[in-house]
């Protein structure tokens, strides 16, 4: 699975946009970009993914640059409780291939 | 609750002791994990059974030992552990046909004294 780059730490004010960037210079064609996060002393939480396309959902948006080089993970209106370490992981989406995780954005967010 | 639960939540063990953790899932997967998280470090892969086959081990020491009797049930057995095996365990599912990745347990913390 392809490398990713991610800032060690980030602070975003209550209320505003968390805009998480990843770096996956090295990512193949057949590969996704997956995004988790985990909050202090529990388990990962999925939160989303995508191929090529940017994608929506209830927790957040996610932006693939065209070359697909990097990502931007957005959390529209951070909480309180949207602190944690986010994960940008690229992997290809066959059985057997495991998830492997890096450092990670530890993000604080403030009142 | 994820529909991943792992049992104890906490753990204090000594180093002659032998245990075992549990993790239970009921979301119809057919892939488990064992990851290890120590303080400050990323997550480790240890153990992944894929329909009930073990098809991968990390370079994890012989006092880890994983069992898997059913798709449903995972099991980390733990015996003569060191101080420096204290750590979160963390077990994790997923389907392989699936594309929304790996739902995992809230760990078990584990402290070997």
């Known amino acids: 699975d392809a490398k990713t780059t991610q800032p060690p730490s980030m602070d975003c004010a209550e209320g505003r946009a968390a805009n998480l960037p990843c770096n996956h210079s090295t990512i193949s064609g057949n590969e996704y970009v997956y995004w988790y996060r985990q909050i202090h002393s529990q388990g990962p939480q999925y939160i989303i993914h995508?191929?090529?396309n940017n994608e929506t959902n209830e927790m957040a948006s996610l932006i693939i640059t065209e070359d697909r080089k990097s990502s931007t993970l957005i959390l529209p209106h951070a909480t309180l409780r949207d602190t944690a370490v986010y994960y940008c992981?690229?992997?290809?989406?066959?059985?057997?291939?495991?998830?492997?995780f890096g450092g990670g954005t530890r993000l604080m967010v403030k009142p | 609750e994820t529909g991943v639960t792992q049992t104890p939540r906490h753990l204090v063990m000594g180093m002659t002791n032998k245990k075992s953790l549990k993790c239970e899932q009921h979301l119809g997967h057919n892939a488990m994990y064992w990851y290890k998280q120590s303080a400050k470090k990323p997550l480790e892969l240890m153990f992944v059974y894929n329909f009930k086959e073990q098809t991968e081990n990390n370079s994890v020491p012989s006092r880890f030992s994983p069992e898997c009797p059913n798709s449903s049930h995972l099991f980390l057995h733990l015996h003569t552990l060191q101080p420096e095996d204290s750590a979160l365990y963390l077990c994790?599912?997923?389907?392989?046909?699936?594309?929304?990745?790996?739902?995992f347990g809230s760990g078990t913390r584990l402290t070997v004294v």
């Open positions: 994790a599912s997923s389907q392989e046909t699936a594309n929304y990745g790996y739902t």
């Open positions: 995508g191929l090529k």
């Open positions: 992981i690229v992997r290809v989406n066959n059985a057997g291939n495991m998830l492997t």
